[in-house]
Nanobody, 123 residues
């Protein structure tokens, strides 16, 4: 049972990146999925979430709303996070995660975590 994140890198402020997360088992597609990030010296924070069986039920933190977009491709067992209009404060290690339920809700805590992928935004 693994989640594999990829797509991080170094980008200039105002640029874009697309992160991907591949699930090792199709059963992950039954779960709500999410992206989190952790900047140096800070706690891990929620970035975006998406319900199972849906590409319309999205949830975002206020800091990324309007700039980031989460999506899922159940046929490929993947979720993605499109990062646009990047800022220096978006620099962090980004993690994908799976919840133990089909629907995201604010108090939910992920059950499965992938390894992180580094996003660095230069100003």
């Amino acid at each position: 049972v693994q989640l594999q994140a990829s797509g991080g890198g170094l980008v200039q402020a105002g640029g874009s990146l697309r992160l991907s997360c591949a699930a090792s088992e199709r059963t992950f597609m039954r779960y709500a999925m999410g992206w989190f990030r952790q900047a140096p010296g800070k706690e891990r924070e929620f970035v975006a979430g998406i319900n199972a069986w849906s590409n319309s039920a999205h949830y975002y933190s206020d800091s990324v709303k309007g700039r980031f977009s989460i999506s899922r491709d159940d046929a490929k067992n993947t979720i993605a996070l499109q990062l646009n209009s990047l800022k220096a404060e978006d620099t962090a290690v980004y993690y994908c995660a799976a919840y133990g339920s089909a629907n995201y809700y604010q108090a939910a805590r992920p059950v499965y975590w992938g390894q992180g992928t580094q996003v660095t935004v230069s100003s």
